[in-house]
């Protein structure tokens, strides 16, 4: 079987298209590590770290600390977060490597759940813009998210995205080969 010249180019263009496709979406979701180098800590001004950062849908917030000394408690909203009340947490974490996706737009607030430490600047508001990420058709993802499935996940691929990437070198094709 022989491949002609048109026919291999447009083998070559759509192989191309669907790496391009998937790099793209791969290099649009961002992973922030919270508090940059210095992690998730006391000492860290995470004022600063947050403001120097963008938020988009899709990225994830990385939480690193020593397991037991700190923790992550998401708290309910803006008076729990200036009170430092995290009595009111919807969610907590606690493995020291914590991972958080920022699935929609909205602020979240964080705080660490080790007495004190709130009250001493260990806490994180974050607002998330809708950005470029495309919007993720529903995802069915519950806030029991657990972090060992994390790394099962894989890049979502939205049905109208990835038959845009097709339509392009059929098109081309039509055109080249008839
Ligand atoms: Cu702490």
């Given at each position: 079987m022989k491949m002609e010249g048109a026919q291999?180019?447009?083998?070559?263009?759509?192989?191309?298209?669907?790496?391009?496709?998937?790099?793209?979406?791969?290099?649009?979701a961002a992973k922030h590590v919270v508090g940059g180098s210095q992690g998730w800590d006391v000492s860290t001004d995470l004022n600063s770290w947050t403001s120097a950062q963008t938020f988009k849908v899709g990225d994830q917030l990385v939480f690193k600390y020593s397991q037991g000394l700190h923790?992550?408690?998401?708290?309910?909203?803006?008076?729990?977060?200036?009170?430092?009340?995290?009595?009111?947490?919807v969610n907590s974490l606690n493995t020291g490597n914590d991972v958080v996706k920022l699935d929609k737009p909205g602020t979240r607030y964080?705080?660490?759940?080790?007495?004190g430490h709130c009250g001493q600047g260990m806490k994180l508001k974050v607002t998330t813009v809708a950005g470029n990420a495309p919007s993720t058709p529903a995802s069915s993802s519950s806030s029991s998210s657990s972090p060992a499935s994390a790394s099962a996940a894989s890049p979502e691929f939205p049905g109208s995205a990835f038959l845009v990437s097709l339509m392009v070198p059929v098109t081309l094709c039509a055109f080249s080969v008839f």
């Open positions: 291999r180019a447009v083998l070559v263009l759509l192989v191309a298209c669907c790496v391009s496709l998937v790099i793209t979406r791969q290099a649009s923790s992550v408690v998401e708290l309910a909203g803006e008076a729990a977060y200036k009170n430092c009340n995290t009595g009111t947490s964080f705080a660490c759940g080790t007495l």
